[in-house]
């Protein structure tokens, strides 16, 4: 049975209603445990009244819908890369660490459900979620930092490993603040950029892409 398609607004916000539901149970109680019920109940609607099967035809589609849309925060990705290079490594680097640190917050139910199930879940959709949240994200940040070797006149024969510990540090940065509300030594999201960048600069030198100043 197809879902009927949604075009008006209070169409479109009961929709929007049902995905967060729905993504928010998969994180909080895992995908076999949430009922189309529980969904409908949480968005506001009346329980096992059938009101999710107007939007959706069956549990499993609401469940793809709500990955895809949490995954748009990732694709954004695109959007940033095509606004280097600025010319300056700091300031590139600033900004990535704001938009990594924002793009996790906002999927972060996401990968509390993906934490939760990610050894349940259907090959396909793992395979979906690992293209769409490790594959191609960093697929582009290695392009950029080879990018910036070349320009540097140098090799980075390292460069998928530094990737992964500096875009990694962030995302642990951000999972133990949604984990526990706080971090050691109360750090907040500017001082963590801050030394995030202090490092990556520090690595960069280290290899070769940059002189003290932070030119190429």
């Given at each position: ?26 994180a ?8 189309v ?47 280097l290079p600025?010319?300056d ?17 906002r999927?972060?139910?996401l990968?509390?459900?993906v ?9 396909r ?5 690992y ?25 980075l024969?390292?460069?998928e490993?530094?990737?992964?510990l ?6 642990g ?11 050691p030594?109360?750090i ?6 801050a030394a995030w ?5 520090a ?14």
């Amino acid at each position: 049975m197809a879902a009927p398609r949604t075009n008006s607004p209070a169409q479109t916000r009961t929709r929007e209603r049902l995905l967060d539901a729905a993504m928010s149970l998969f994180a909080e109680k895992g995908y076999e445990r949430t009922t189309v019920g529980d969904i409908e109940k949480a968005a506001g609607l009346s329980p096992r009244s059938g009101a999710l099967y107007q939007y959706f035809p069956a549990k499993e589609e609401t469940l793809h819908a709500a990955v895809e849309r949490q995954l748009e925060a990732v694709d954004d990705l695109t959007s940033v890369m095509d606004m280097l290079p600025l010319g300056d490594l700091r300031s590139e680097l600033t900004l990535l660490a704001r938009w990594d640190l924002a793009s996790l917050q906002r999927r972060a139910e996401l990968s509390r459900f993906v934490r939760r199930e990610g050894d349940r879940l259907p090959a396909r959709l793992r395979r979906k979620l690992y293209d769409r949240l490790v594959a191609k994200p960093y697929d582009q940040i290695f392009s950029l930092l080879r990018a910036r070797a070349a320009r540097a006149g140098t090799e980075l024969p390292d460069v998928e490993a530094i990737a992964v510990l500096l875009v990694e540090g962030l995302a642990g940065y951000r999972g133990i603040r949604e984990t526990f509300g706080r971090v050691p030594g109360d750090i907040d999201d500017e001082q963590v950029i801050a030394a995030w960048v202090d490092i990556a600069m520090a690595t960069a030198e280290a290899r070769g892409l940059v002189g003290r100043s932070g030119s190429p």
